[in-house]
């Protein structure tokens, strides 16, 4: 029984296909672990965990997470970790796993650390919550990742970016397409936050555009230079 008075039902096994002998051991074992406060449903779900059920599990409920950036978490981790996805979570050794990072940290060192930090994510918060006893990804030290360095995010301005704006009006590409690239160097947002801004976050009268969904979840303001508001007050017209 609960907290609230009410019974709950745990199947113990079908009749016939189950001996009383097994059926009265297991129903032992189960009141067992009731009487050390373990849920018999929650141990069941714990016993059958895989690890591809672990992975979707800890990224679909996981808040902080945006659901359409926790099914690309998901949809990566488990393409990484294919050859283990329907064994049990907790049966991943340490041996395993890191004879498959390193193999594939020499063919993409890059995908491979990042995806092993998503893993080791799960992993951390699956011990913390008594899913599994250990961490298998723990095995990867700082000497054995990979040394990443930061992506370049600006042209220079004394010989790239002349040259980039050079080329973006001698190419014969679509306009819309050139506005975005256009728009996105004078601004410095990201592809997808400059293909999915909204004319409700566009500010003509105050010279602002205001990002609201962001790669980091904060909002985010940004002038508007006299180049960005003709462009956008063009495109505005043109729509009208």
């Given at each position: ?22 059926a009265r ?31 979707e ?26 050859p ?18 390193q ?5 993409r ?11 080791r ?43 980039f ?74 729509e009208?």
């Amino acid at each position: 029984m609960d907290g609230s008075s009410r019974n709950k039902r745990v199947e113990i096994g079908v009749v016939g296909v189950l001996s009383l002998a097994q059926a009265r051991k297991k129903a032992r074992t189960i009141l067992s672990a009731i009487q050390s406060g373990v849920d018999p449903k929650e141990r069941d779900y714990v016993d059958k965990l895989s690890l591809k059920n672990l992975v979707e599990s800890y990224y679909r409920s996981n808040q902080r997470i945006k659901s359409s950036r926790a099914e690309e978490y998901i949809s990566s981790t488990l393409k990484f970790m294919k050859p283990f996805l329907s064994r049990h979570a907790n049966d991943l050794s340490a041996k395993e796993y890191f004879e498959h990072y390193q193999k594939n940290i020499k063919v993409r060192p890059t995908v491979a650390d990042r995806i092993h930090r998503q893993l080791r994510a799960v992993y951390t918060y699956a011990v913390k919550k008594q899913l599994v006893d250990k961490n298998p990804t723990d095995v990867v030290t700082v000497q054995d990742r990979p040394i990443s360095k930061p992506r370049e995010r600006s042209l220079s301005l004394d010989a790239e970016l002349p040259a980039f704006m050079k080329s973006l009006f001698k190419v014969c590409i679509n306009e819309t397409i050139r506005d975005v690239l256009l728009f996105m160097v004078a601004t410095g947002m990201r592809r997808n936050e400059a293909l999915k801004l909204r004319w409700d976050q566009v500010d003509f009268d105050r010279f602002i555009i205001l990002l609201t969904e962001t790669k980091n979840e904060h909002q985010h303001m940004i002038p508007m230079s006299n180049l960005v508001r003709s462009m956008l007050v063009q495109r505005d017209q043109s729509e009208d």
